[in-house]
């Protein structure tokens, strides 16, 4: 009688805690597996901006439309880039990036230094203090390559470009404000489009230029269509509405 | 024992479960990590070979600040005149750029020091081809006999060194009865024809009288047929096109080009001695370009002999006939010899490569003889920057760099991080 307790007493503890503990080990597996899913996903993003600033450099370095000198005239040689473009970039980009090398999920910014002069142009949107940048970008990264800065035909310098590219709230709402801009204005019609942000700080707007509100700071960066937007008073999930108003060529921004 | 035995099967059941959870944590971390650093390897491999491909475009339209020529450019002149230093000026406006030293420093501000290296692929030489092209006037017969009498030594002195090297001598003008006293105390007036005769018998040493490459035989162009026993700058350019033997050149020869004259190009009568002015012989420096470019597509090296000009030529056996060329015509040939002919020759030298010999200090048989032992026939490679390190990832560039001779020289650029 003794020995059937002991082993029906010994049976009601063993299963049960089993069966707890299988039921742990899942969780664990499960939690795992999420965490997983989630680094890829911040791999994903680093490799694409890593991806992303190299792509800016080439593209300015290459491209008529932005800083490079005009490749027909010397064959197939990249990374020549003109001064007087430059100079042109370096006074209309003060704050904002120029639309041939722009990227709407990002923003960027750029110097090129002559190393023969250590003369510097610096063009694209405004760069962020670490203290600041800590507060309000998610990805940072800089790269750099060396060029050729063109004075003339017998003047030819070696130089350096640098990228910076970062990425936040600010980055990404400006992005998409342009980007519908510029769509709207290829269409020659009106262009309506939503999206849903996750938004950290206050957004304020004004004429054309936009600003993250970080209690006494504020950090600004120009749109390149006239926009009217309320702005965002208080961190949250909102879908915003940009629409391009091709009649007035204005952009309105709606929560 | 029965319960007893499920138990031990429940609890062995668990186990399993918890050991196989931890093997796929385990293995999947390790794939993970894995994947990620061959990713952003990748992609930070494929941004610094863009980086790369990026400095050297740049650093093929890199200029030097002088000469506003690209590096491009004068890694081909380095390749052409096979030296690290480079003369695009002349004798009067000289324009020397150390090429190697400007590449150097512009490297290091693309790449960073110590992160590249350059090698400047020199081709070797197999041989040395050589020719003379000499002045036939009156005042030449001393020089020309000299090689008569010395180069027979020579060439077999060359021979034993183990240089292979065959001597071309083109005569400008046609045959010649000259006379001449060595000085102005010499007491005898010698007497020599300057013709290929007198060289027939001497081994590996050609003769040939210009015209066996002009008129119709039309082997080095028209528009450079040397007109006149001075016109040397011509003869340059006929003899390096045509090729020493008339039939071209060897591959991979050293080629050398020797005027040998105590005149300007195409003679120094135009010259006015009291202001002599290279503006009043337009005739001859249409010459001296001739045989310059010549030179220079062909890759003629030209190592000028000027002969003295200040000599005592005669007409005739008879003392009476003789001139000294110090007051003759003013002095013409004398001061002209002194000044612009050196001129001339120097740049013809510095722009092909090579050096003029003044034959006031030596005959023209031991000037040949210095070029041909100097000359060596071993052009190594020219090496910038670091030695390529074992350990790092290198990358590799080809760049094939035009030399003023139309041909191309293989440069390698590597670099490292």
């Known amino acids: ?255 | 024992m029965r319960f007893m035995k499920a138990q031990a099967a429940e609890i062995l059941n668990f186990l399993i479960l918890v050991v196989v959870v931890t093997i796929v944590i385990i293995v999947m971390k390790a794939v993970v990590i894995d994947q990620k650093i061959s990713i952003q390897g990748t992609a930070q491999s494929s941004q610094e070979e863009g980086s790369f491909r990026s400095g050297v475009n740049a650093f093929m339209v890199l200029t030097e600040e002088r000469s506003g020529k690209t590096f491009l450019e004068l890694l081909g002149y380095v390749g052409f005149l096979e030296n690290t230093t480079v003369d695009l000026g002349g004798p009067k406006n000289p324009l020397v750029i150390n090429v190697t030293q400007e590449a150097t420093e512009r490297l290091n501000k693309l790449y960073g020091e110590g992160k590249w290296n350059l090698l400047i692929n020199i081709p070797h030489r197999s041989g040395l081809e050589l020719f003379v092209v000499a002045d036939t006037s009156r005042s030449m017969c001393d020089d020309i006999m000299n090689l008569k009498t010395e180069i027979p030594a020579i060439l077999n002195e060359l021979k034993k060194s183990g240089k292979p090297t065959t001597v071309n001598l083109y005569f400008l003008g046609g045959s010649s009865q000259c006379y001449w006293k060595n000085n102005a105390s010499d007491p005898e007036v010698h007497s020599a024809v300057v013709n290929c005769d007198a060289f027939k018998d001497i081994p590996d040493f050609r003769c040939h009288p210009i015209s066996e490459l002009t008129g119709a035989k039309d082997k080095c162009g028209y528009e450079v047929n040397p007109a006149t026993e001075e016109d040397w700058g011509n003869g340059i350019a006929c003899v390096s096109e045509a090729g020493p033997g008339g039939d071209g050149w060897e591959d991979f020869t050293v080629r050398i080009g020797i005027p040998l004259s105590d005149e300007m190009t195409k003679g120094s009568e135009c010259c006015d001695p009291t202001a002599p002015n290279a503006a009043d012989c337009p005739q001859g420096r249409i010459s001296l370009d001739n045989g310059i470019n010549s030179a220079i597509k062909n890759k003629v090296k030209v190592f000028p002999l000027r002969a003295f000009p200040c000599g005592i030529i005669c007409s005739s056996p008879s003392e009476s006939s003789c001139d000294d060329l110090t007051v003759f015509r003013g002095g013409q040939y004398c001061v002209c010899g002194n000044t612009l002919l050196v001129d001339w020759m120097n740049e013809m030298a510095t722009k092909t490569g090579g050096a003029m010999f003044d034959l006031a200090k030596g005959s023209p048989a031991q000037a040949i003889k210095d070029i041909a032992f100097n000359v060596s026939l071993d052009r190594g490679p020219i090496f910038l920057g670091t030695p390529t390190p074992e350990e790092k990832r290198i990358r590799t560039s080809l760049i094939a760099a035009p030399m003023p001779n139309f041909d191309y020289l293989n440069v390698t650029l590597k670099q490292w991080t």
């Open chain 1, 1 to 255: 009688m003794t020995m059937e307790r002991k082993i029906k007493g010994q049976y009601f503890v063993v299963k049960p805690f089993a069966l707890i503990m299988t039921i742990i080990v899942m969780f664990v597996l499960f939690y795992f597996l999420q965490t997983f899913k989630y680094s890829t996903t911040k791999d994903a993003i680093a490799l694409d901006t890593i991806v992303d600033t190299t792509n800016v450099l080439s593209i300015l370095t290459n491209s008529e439309d932005c800083i490079a000198y005009n490749p027909l005239e010397l064959g197939l040689y990249g990374s020549i880039v003109a001064v007087d473009k430059l100079d042109k970039f370096q006074k209309r980009f003060t704050h904002v990036e120029p639309e041939c090398a722009r990227n709407y999920l990002s923003g960027w910014h750029a110097e090129v230094k002559d190393l023969m002069t250590d003369k510097t142009w610096t063009f694209g949107a405004p760069t962020y203090s670490n203290q600041i940048a800590s507060r309000v970008v998610d990805l940072r990264k800089v790269s750099s390559m060396p060029i050729a800065i063109r004075y003339s035909a017998t003047k030819v310098n070696p130089g350096r470009i640098s990228v910076e590219m970062f990425s936040g709230d600010l980055e990404r709402v400006a992005g998409f404000i342009d980007h519908v801009c510029m769509a709207g204005k290829r269409s020659n019609s009106k262009f309506s489009v939503g999206r849903t942000f996750n938004i950290d700080h206050p957004i304020t707007v004004s004429n054309n230029t936009i600003c993250l509100v970080l209690g006494k700071d504020k950090v600004c960066r120009d749109l390149y269509c006239d926009t009217v937007f309320e702005g965002v008073s208080v961190a949250g999930e909102y879908k915003i509405v940009a629409t391009y108003m091709y009649t007035a060529d204005k952009m309105v921004v709606g929560i």
